[in-house]
């Protein structure tokens, strides 16, 4: 059995100290690789806040008129 416990003092039953650790030192290699390439999700946002305007403005022509 491996002893990857913290010394006697500082005890971790969960383990959560190197669960941490593990998510810590492992974060910029997932970010990395979900970084966007291109301007695919970008669009999609242009797009959604357009049709969001779109819709608006119809909802209020339609209200005034």
């Known amino acids: 059995m491996a002893n990857n416990q913290a010394p006697q003092g500082n005890h971790d039953p969960a383990g959560s100290t190197q ?3 593990a998510f810590v030192d492992e974060a910029p290699q997932g ?3 979900a970084a966007p390439s291109g301007g695919g999700p970008r669009i999609g946002l242009i797009l959604g806040v357009v049709v ?7 909802v209020a022509w339609l209200a005034l008129a």
């Open 52 to 58: 969001a305007v779109a819709v608006i403005a119809a």
């Open 19 to 21: 669960m941490f650790r």
């Open 31 to 33: 970010r990395q690789a």
